[in-house]
C-alpha cells in the first residue's frame, strides 16, 4: 500500500499558542481521509502547512514520497487545494477562472482550453462558462473552485470544509463527486466538523482536538470503541401514552431487564424493543471528552 502523506511531529505555534501540536499520521494512496475536529483545532492550519502556505515551526512530512521542506515546488505541482473560502477571480468567467488555473499550474496552453471544457462539463458548469464568478450560486462556486483545483489532474486533493455553507442539494452532489474522485484513484484529504459527513465519505477519520489527534481509525473502527455497554430503545404504552426511552446496561441482557423493570415499575407495556448500534457521536464524545454539540454550537448549522 502506497502512501500519499506521511507527516512526523508536524507542529504549527503562533507565539504561546500551539495551533498544530506534534501530529504523526499516515493517509494511503487512493482513500479518502477526513480531519475531524470542532472549530479552532488545527485542521485549516495542518492542510495550509501540508500545501506549502504554512512553514511548519517543528516536524516534517512527505507528501506523495516528497519531502515537503525540500521538495516544495514538486509537491505543488500534484496536489490540488480547495481553500473553503475560493480563491477565483470574482470578475473573471467560469472558464476564464479554470484557463488562468491551469496557467498558474504549468498546464500546457494547448491542452488548458480542452480541459477547462472537459471540468465544466463535469461539474454541470457548461451553460455558466461565460459567466462571472461572482454570479455564480453558492454550490456553483464551490464546484467551480473545485473543478480549478483539478485542471491540472493532481493526484491529492486537499478540501477544506468542503459542505460548510451548502443547501442539502449541492451538498449531496458534492459528496457524489467526491466518490466519484476517489473511484478515479484520486486520494481526498478533507476537513470536517460534521460528524455524520466524516461518517460518510471518508475510509479512515482522524479526530483531532486543540491540535492533537486523539484517535485515527475506520468510521467502524472509531464506533467499536464505544467500550461501556450496550444500549436499547423501548417501545412503552401506557395508559397516558406512548413513548420511546433508552436504557443502557453492560450487555444486551442487562439493558433489556433495565428496561422491563422500568415499564414493570411505571405500569408501562413494552410494545417493542430493538438494540442501537453505537454511533460515530457517541465515539466522538468517548475519545474526545467533548459534547459533539460544541461541533454545531462553534460553526452554526446547515
Ligand atoms: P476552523 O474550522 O475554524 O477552520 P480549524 O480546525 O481549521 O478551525 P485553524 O484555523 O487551523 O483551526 O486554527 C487553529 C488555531 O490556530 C486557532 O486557535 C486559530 O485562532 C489559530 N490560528 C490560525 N491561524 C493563525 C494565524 N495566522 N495567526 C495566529 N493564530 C492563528
Redesign the pocket.
Known amino acids: 500500500m502506497n502512501v500519499a502523506i506521511e507527516t512526523e511531529g508536524l507542529t504549527k505555534t ?1 507565539g504561546a ?1 500551539t ?2 501540536d506534534h501530529i504523526s499520521f499516515e493517509v494511503r494512496e487512493g482513500e479518502v481521509f477526513a480531519l475531524l ?1 470542532p ?8 492542510i495550509r502547512m501540508l500545501t506549502g502556505l504554512s512553514r511548519p515551526t517543528a516536524g516534517n512530512a512527505r507528501v506523495l514520497g516528497l519531502d515537503l521542506r525540500r521538495e516544495l515546488p514538486r509537491i505543488k505541482k500534484q496536489v490540488g487545494v480547495v481553500p ?1 473560502h475560493s480563491n477565483l477571480y470574482a470578475e473573471l468567467s467560469a472558464r476564464d477562472n479554470l484557463i488562468f488555473m491551469g496557467q498558474l499550474y504549468g498546464v500546457p496552453r494547448a491542452e488548458r482550453g480542452e480541459r477547462a471544457d472537459e471540468l465544466l462539463r463535469r461539474f454541470r458548469l457548461g451553460e455558466k462558462r461565460d459567466v462571472p464568478f461572482a454570479r455564480l450560486s453558492r454550490g456553483m462556486k464551490r464546484a467551480l473552485t473545485i473543478a480549478a483545483a483539478l485542471i491540472h489532474r493532481p493526484r491529492l486533493l486537499f478540501l ?2 468542503p459542505t460548510v455553507g451548502l443547501d442539502v442539494v449541492s451538498a449531496r452532489g458534492l459528496r457524489a463527486l467526491i466518490e466519484r474522485l476517489r473511484g478515479e484513484g484520486v486520494t481526498i484529504f478533507l ?1 470536517t ?1 460534521y460528524l455524520e459527513e466524516a461518517g460518510r465519505l471518508a475510509d479512515r477519520v482522524a479526530l ?1 482536538v486543540r ?1 492533537r489527534i486523539v484517535a485515527l481509525d475506520t468510521v467502524e473502527g472509531l464506533k467499536s470503541r464505544v467500550s461501556r455497554g450496550v444500549t436499547v430503545e423501548a417501545h412503552l404504552a401506557s395508559p397516558s401514552g406512548e413513548e420511546r426511552l433508552r436504557f443502557r446496561g453492560e450487555d444486551v441482557e442487562t439493558a433489556l431487564r433495565v428496561a422491563l423493570d422500568h415499564a414493570a415499575a411505571e405500569g408501562k407495556r413494552v410494545m417493542a424493543v430493538n438494540t442501537i448500534q453505537p454511533t460515530l457521536e457517541e465515539a466522538f464524545i468517548e475519545l474526545t471528552g467533548l459534547s459533539a454539540e460544541v461541533m454545531l454550537a462553534e ?1 452554526g448549522n446547515r
Not at 472549530?39 to 495542518?46: D, E, F, L
Open positions: 503562533y499558542l495551533a498544530v475536529g472549530n479552532g483545532a488545527g485542521k485549516t492550519t495542518t473553503e477544506d470544509e476537513t466538523h483531532i491540535g460553526k
